[in-house]
């Protein structure tokens, strides 16, 4: 099966040797975003705001590749601290709309650039 790498400057350049997201037939694999302004290429500063440029960020890659938010079937989050899942929570419901992708929520002990909080994802085409 061939694979279509997906690239947008909409999007944080990949820092490292890997693609934003790449294709193989209808699914599109979609590489961990964090919050890292693609304009600037700096990170934002509040958790709120770093997870509407997580989601922003996502959503840029969803879209270079054909899709949207709402085409993810899976989603995977990591969060430096459970104490902002709820927040999280709050914030997701006004990128999605049911029915919501699968979804994980997994605290870890550092992401790249010192950021609170990293999505990577899987969506259909």
Not at 50 to 68: D, I, M, Y
Not at 94 to 100: C, D, G, S
Request: glycine fraction near 4%.
């Amino acid at each position: 099966m061939s694979k279509q790498v997906i690239h947008t400057n909409k999007a944080p350049a990949a820092i490292g040797p890997y693609s934003q997201a790449v294709r193989t037939g209808n699914l599109v694999y979609l590489a961990g975003q964090i919050p890292i302004n693609p304009a600037t290429m700096e990170l934002e500063h509040a958790f709120t705001d770093q997870v509407h440029r997580v989601f922003t960020n996502l959503q840029a890659v969803c879209e270079a590749a054909g899709g949207g938010l709402n085409d993810i079937i899976k989603l995977n989050i990591y969060l430096l601290d459970m104490e902002h899942f709820a927040e999280v929570n709050k914030i997701m419901k006004t990128y999605f709309h049911e029915p919501y992708p699968a979804r994980i929520a997994i605290a870890v002990h550092a992401l790249p650039w010192d950021a609170q909080i990293e999505l990577e994802a899987v969506m259909a085409l």
